[in-house]
């Protein structure tokens, strides 16, 4: 009798760690920034985003598509690989790629407004 009162204690001591972990995993992102309060540097990031990068890539949700959503990329700890997502990491993974992710060849005035774009997400 007491064996299945410590197994049915830890089992709900479990349980509470798992929901408690859960929650935590839930935690709301930023919103994007309204595409009407873009500047235009940003609106153009929008037009390369839709050319290069949207096809793989969903822009307002977490969830991926053939590559990881992007909401609030710039505005998290860590990317998916774990790298913190600043301007710098940013700009390698777009131009080299990054395991199934091919490198996209941007000039310095596409990638710099590609960047702009993607601090509104």
Sequence with gaps: MRACTLTASLCVIAFAFGIAALLAGCRS??????????????????????????????????????GPGLQALTKVKAMPSGAPPNDERLMQVILRGRLEMPGTPLDEGQLSVLLAYLHTL
């Design 29 to 66: 992102l930023p919103p994007s920034k309204p595409e009407s309060q873009w500047t235009v540097e940003e609106a153009r990031g929008a037009k390369i985003y839709q050319l290069k990068c949207a096809r793989c890539h969903y822009p307002t949700t977490t969830r991926g598509l053939h």
